[in-house]
């Protein structure tokens, strides 16, 4: 009986960190551009966007291209679920934009979009 109340407590304790942590996390929603997306030479974007199911500080994100030279892009220096970052002019090609930032609760987050500008 003891340790059957013991498990349903310690059960109890571990499902509510799970939620709490999941509910704290600034889940990744998307981008702009898409992760995936080939753009035609018309769309270039001058600016990318991220977007958060909560807030986040970005800390960083830098722009690569394939083969090329890593670019940091600013990043405003406050908790938003959005984020609207300013992009150099792209040439055709392959880039990759690495973010990383703080959510809210203090967790460290990180992640990559890639997309491809399309030769005309
Ligand atoms: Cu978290």
Do not use: C
């Amino acid at each position: 009986m003891q340790y059957t109340k013991l498990f349903g407590a310690l059960a109890l304790a571990v499902w509510l960190l799970a939620v709490s942590t999941v509910q704290a996390h600034a889940p990744f929603e998307g981008s702009v551009p898409k992760d995936g997306a080939t753009l035609s030479a018309e769309e270039v974007p001058e600016q990318f966007e991220l977007k958060f199911g909560h807030t986040l500080r970005l800390t960083s994100a830098v722009l690569r291209r394939h083969e090329g030279e890593a670019v940091s892009l600013e990043t405003p220096n406050r908790p938003a679920s959005e984020h609207s970052l300013a992009l150099p002019e792209l040439a055709p090609g392959h880039y990759v934009v690495q973010w990383r930032g703080i959510a809210a609760d203090g967790h460290v987050m990180s992640g990559s979009v890639e997309f491809t500008v399309a030769a005309r």
